[in-house]
Nanobody
Framework: QAQLVESGGGLVQPGGSLRLSCAAS????????MAWYRQAPGKQRELVAG???????NYPGSLKDRFTISRDNANLTMYLQMNSLKPEDTAVYFC??????????????WGQGTQVTVSS
């Protein structure tokens, strides 16, 4: 399966912003919808946002007001812009690829993820 590499995490104060990146191959970006997940300590991994090959987006939870998913196929990268971060956003963030942002079916395997810690 195609490799995905997440980056951009770090330590940020509450109210701050981060932009996460997911490097993927041209083949994956051309053929599949993409998504960001996160897994907080002691919790199950949850789907944060999805973006279709045509740029349609879906945010299954309540993060739409603060998070924005985007993709730049030319630069082989997907992004997650996170604003107004809260301590409860602390998690390891993963990207993946699959089908149907409204009824997500994952195809890719998991990468290492990138740690986001929101703390003062």
């Amino acid at each position: 399966q195609a490799q995905l590499v997440e980056s951009g995490g770090g330590l940020v104060q509450p109210g701050g912003s981060l932009r996460l990146s997911c490097a993927a191959s041209a083949k994956v970006l051309a053929a599949y919808d993409m998504a960001w997940y996160r897994q907080a300590p002691g919790k199950q991994r949850e789907l944060v946002a999805g973006i279709s090959t045509r740029g349609r987006t879906n945010y299954p939870g309540s993060l739409k007001d603060r998070f924005t998913i985007s993709r730049d196929n030319a630069n082989l990268t997907m992004y997650l812009q996170m604003n107004s971060l809260k301590p409860e956003d602390t998690a390891v963030y993963f990207c993946n690829y699959g089908c149907s942002i409204y009824k997500w079916r994952q195809i890719g395997s998991w990468g290492q993820g990138t740690q986001v810690t929101v703390s003062s």
